[in-house]
């Protein structure tokens, strides 16, 4: 394959702040740096709070960082006025978790798909047909259904209708935000290929945001595990989940059950629940319920550290190799 | 063979429009819960999974017709009850656990006030003690500060901890011989779900319960059940043992079921 191997977009130390009541400050994403490949998949892995959604809308500034840098091919997006922002959505695009909210009840997928062509290409409509019917082939529907509308399609047909208005305008990034946590697992495989299959013919640099590892494992290049806001293990898919060094990582990988018998996993545990995003400490996330943690971890903020090929952890005792507790494996 | 404690058999529905039409939904639904056994009822959208479960309580739609079968709960047709007789067997002997637990509970009571109003209703005590039972059956599902806890309202707990106190009202506070549970997990983090089927397994073990777990997560079920009956457009299409099912599936949409859910270690090997 001839991918070209650098980054399309870059992400530098992206922060977002929101304040809430009694001037106090929930930190929903601390520091969070990455780059996007053409042809390839990051996936931002993580909990409910731990901030990858907002990590994708701040890179399209659906949400306004606070802080940080974004750059799209050389260009940074923070600083362009709202007509320069909105030319760059036509490089960057979404594909939403339920596609039964982000796609309008009363437009038909005709509609829906022709609607971004003329919005950013300004594309007759005779192309825009043209187009249309193209994606539909693309995407595994037939030109029927772009007379339908949504509730007359299923929830993997609808979403393979958002899948077809994200990449209508040939973006070079599309950015997936649980794109399969709504569908049944016979289709959430279904749309798995699909998006493989676009990726190649397309070279799409995605953005794959989940909490369903095992889909994370079919699909991604690269792993970024997420936890209150920052990134605490990066690196190549096959290290982060053959040798996942990062506590929360392990503890996370060894929570998901596998549908096979006799599976057996080691689990290990994380004491008590996720602590609160507001105001936190300069610390490691993890204080508290880390069964590795020893009195230093309270005083500093670890920084991702590299341990291996591109493969990065944010634990001073992992990387310090004295680990208190044996690895599973 | 052992003991079931209930038997769904020959069950078929279908809903009413309101043009009176009837749309089949469940056809010819049998299946059995051992005594003592966790069986998983495992199906994706529509195959009929919950609204079989539903039926048990008596809580079907009103717009879904009985057309003919008969549910057996320790040998006693369900189906034929009066809605008094009914509701005397529901959370009693019979409780159930919902997907959105948060939903499930009043917002506008404390959870420990819930659970004891549910332990007086079915017990009859003082609501002194009924409150002291509902604090011990919160410490029991592992809450840390029960007595804290019990005075907080529902929107007040994070969904794995609202999802343990409606384990202890269900399970605990009722006191049932069979609890059933839709999606318990669904919509949990990975690290809770483990957490809270960990506490399943340890009330079925510990208290002479029988489970029946509603899910479409076959991960789920390979820890956890013993039974497995698969389920589909509102069929059984197998019952088995949890080993058989997953080592020697014989329904092929089983087999396509159980490939599906497996992405990954059915490529890892074939490779």
């Known amino acids: ?329 | 063979m052992s003991e079931a404690i209930l038997e769904v058999r020959n069950y078929s529905g279908a809903f009413r429009s309101a043009t009176g039409d009837l749309t089949p939904i469940l056809e010819d639904v049998s299946y059995r819960l051992k005594t003592g056994a966790m069986t998983a009822v495992v199906g994706e959208t529509g195959s009929g999974k919950s609204l079989t479960a539903l039926s048990v309580l008596g809580l079907q739609p009103a717009t879904f017709v009985r057309t003919s079968g008969e549910i057996l709960f320790k040998g006693r047709n369900l189906v034929t009850l009066e809605e008094r007789e009914i509701r005397a067997v529901r959370g009693a002997q019979i409780s159930m656990v919902f997907q959105d637990a948060r939903a499930a509970m009043n917002p506008v009571f404390t959870v420990g006030s819930q659970l004891a109003d549910v332990y007086r209703l079915h017990h009859g005590s003082s609501k002194r003690e009924a409150m002291a039972k509902a604090i011990d059956a919160l410490r029991r599902v592992y809450i840390p500060e029960p007595e804290r806890r019990a005075r907080q309202y529902p929107h007040e707990f994070s969904g794995g901890m609202a999802q343990r106190a409606m384990i202890a009202l269900a399970a605990l506070i009722c006191q049932p011989q069979l609890l059933i549970l839709d999606e318990p997990t669904t919509g949990l983090d990975v690290t809770i779900q483990a957490e809270i089927m960990e506490l399943i397994v340890d009330l079925t073990k510990n208290s002479g319960l029988t489970t029946c777990l509603i899910t479409h997560d076959l991960g789920v079920v390979a820890e956890t059940c013993d039974e497995v009956v698969v389920m589909n457009s509102g069929r059984v299409l197998e019952t088995a043992s949890a080993e058989a099912i997953f080592t020697a599936p014989q329904n092929p949409y089983t087999r396509k079921l159980l490939a599906a859910s497996q992405l990954v270690q059915s490529e890892a090997e074939a490779a």
Not at chain 1, 36 to 61: D, M, N, Q, Y
Not at chain 1, 168 to 175: K, L, Q
Not at chain 1, 292 to 307: G, H, M, N, V, Y
Request: glycine share 6%; proline share 8%.
């Open chain 1, 1 to 329: 394959m001839t991918t070209v191997d650098y980054p399309i977009l870059q992400a530098r130390d992206l922060r977002k702040i929101f304040p809430v009541s009694g001037g106090r400050k929930l930190v929903a994403v601390d520091g969070v740096s990455f780059d996007l490949v053409p042809g390839k998949t990051l996936a931002l892995v993580g909990e409910s709070g731990s901030g990858k959604s907002t990590v994708a809308r701040c890179l399209v500034r659906l949400v306004e960082p606070t802080s940080g840098k974004v750059w799209l091919d050389g260009m940074s997006i923070i600083e362009l006025d709202p007509v320069a922002l909105s030319k760059t959505y036509r490089r960057v695009q979404m594909v939403f978790q339920d596609p039964n909210a982000s796609l309008n009840p009363r437009m038909t997928v005709r509609e829906v798909v022709h609607e971004p062509l003329w919005l950013h290409l300004r594309m007759p409509k005779d192309q825009r047909e043209a187009r249309a019917r193209r994606l539909m082939e693309l995407v595994g529907l037939t030109y029927a259904h772009l007379d339908r509308y949504p509730h007359e399609l299923s929830g993997g047909q609808r979403q393979r209708v958002g899948i077809a208005r994200a990449i209508a305008v040939e973006p070079d990034i599309v950015i997936l935000d649980e794109p399969t946590a709504s569908l049944d697992v016979s289709v959430r495989g279904q749309i798995l290929e699909l998006l493989l299959d676009l990726q190649k013919k397309l070279n799409l640099a995605y953005l794959f945001i989940s909490h369903d590892l095992q889909v994370v494992q079919h699909v991604a290049h690269r792993v970024a595990v997420m936890y209150l806001g920052g990134i605490v293990e990066v690196g190549p898919t096959a290290a982060v989940f053959g040798h996942p060094e990062h506590p929360y990582t392990r503890a996370l990988l060894s929570a998901a059950p596998v549908a096979k018998w006799g599976a057996k996993r080691q689990r290990l545990r994380l004491a008590g629940e996720i602590s609160s995003p507001i105001d936190p400490p300069d610390a490691c996330r993890l204080v508290g319920r880390c069964p590795l943690e020893q009195p230093s971890c309270a005083k500093a903020r670890p920084p991702l550290t590299e341990i291996g090929d591109e493969h990065s952890v944010a634990c001073p005792v992992v990387t310090a190799g004295d680990r208190a507790v044996p690895s599973a494996a």
